[in-house]
């Protein structure tokens, strides 16, 4: 243990947490792209949801979560699952302009987050008690995590994925 | 952009991002326990690789990676990829003891890490040029979607994975 008083130290600051995200959100996008229309919408592997549903799911979090943690004010999961079913996009143009709007939403809602909020205590969505950079964090995380499964969906129907590294 | 000047607070501890890690360890640790023992080594969807190698890839990893962060030395991708293949576990069991000494062992040596080391540039295994930070943060995420690709495994098999949130 030689630094065992240092190991407070904050290491990553927000604005390379919004750029990590960020990142992450391109290669999201390019698989969203690298999908054949049809199967987009209806391909799946043992009974999963297809891609576009999941895409659907992180991106209808986006916004309602940022907001959470800039204002301590957070949808409930229902409202979130209701906001998330309204104006779905039913074609790959139609998602990938949702992701854009998104994106660019959250770039600029991030820019208004104090940024002690990001080290407080609350509960997301009016139900996980946590600290707001985990929540962050879990919210990309679940992005990595379903993005992963269409790769799977992705090979399995002979088309190459876009390379994880990228971004 | 009301808070231009603190954009640049750190918002996550070294320890933080150590436990976070941990967590998706742990979760691997499950999704490990949940295969069969014969599917863990042979399962296949759409052509990739059974999940007990990319554990692998991940694990060869985690040590090597660490080390590199804490000191700079940095095994190249040959020694990595060398190093993967000593020793390769053939069972459940001796893949779950694997995960579990490399746990121990990373959490020894992420408190010899001087913490000015997150925040410094270097170039991962001589050939990735990043900040220390940033190469964490890709470990973890590879871990995050190898699993998740795991998970459709598991749903192809009929078999019900771990719940992702829980760590």
């Given at each position: 243990?030689t630094?065992?008083?240092?190991?407070t130290t904050?290491i990553i600051?927000?604005?390379?947490?919004l750029?990590?995200w960020?990142?992450?959100r391109?290669?999201t996008?390019?698989?969203i792209?690298?999908?054949?229309?049809?199967?987009?919408?209806t391909y799946?592997?043992?009974?999963?949801r297809?891609?576009?549903?999941?895409?659907?799911?992180?991106?209808?979090m986006?916004i309602p979560?940022?907001i959470g943690v800039?204002t301590?004010?957070w949808?409930t999961v229902?409202?979130?699952?209701?906001h998330?079913?309204?104006?779905?996009?039913t074609?790959?143009?139609?998602?990938?302009?949702?992701v854009d709007e998104v994106?660019e939403q959250?770039?600029?809602?991030?820019?208004?987050i104090p940024?002690?909020?990001f080290?407080?205590k609350?509960?997301a969505f009016g139900?996980w008690?946590?600290?707001n950079?985990?929540?962050v964090?879990?919210?990309?995380d679940?992005?990595?995590h379903?993005?992963?499964?269409?790769f799977v969906y992705l090979?399995s129907?002979?088309?190459?994925?876009?390379?994880?590294?990228?971004?």
């Amino acid at each position: 243990m030689t630094n065992t008083l240092e190991a407070t130290t904050q290491i990553i600051t927000s604005n390379e947490l919004l750029d990590h995200w960020i990142g992450h959100r391109r290669l999201t996008r390019r698989t969203i792209e690298a999908f054949p229309e049809k199967e987009l919408f209806t391909y799946s592997v043992g009974g999963m949801r297809p891609f576009a549903e999941m895409v659907l799911e992180c991106v209808a979090m986006t916004i309602p979560g940022i907001i959470g943690v800039k204002t301590g004010e957070w949808n409930t999961v229902d409202e979130l699952m209701h906001h998330s079913r309204k104006g779905t996009p039913t074609t790959k143009e139609e998602l990938l302009n949702l992701v854009d709007e998104v994106t660019e939403q959250m770039t600029e809602l991030w820019t208004e987050i104090p940024e002690e909020r990001f080290r407080e205590k609350d509960r997301a969505f009016g139900q996980w008690e946590g600290t707001n950079y985990w929540f962050v964090l879990y919210w990309i995380d679940n992005e990595i995590h379903h993005r992963a499964q269409a790769f799977v969906y992705l090979r399995s129907l002979g088309i190459q994925p876009p390379f994880f590294w990228e971004r």
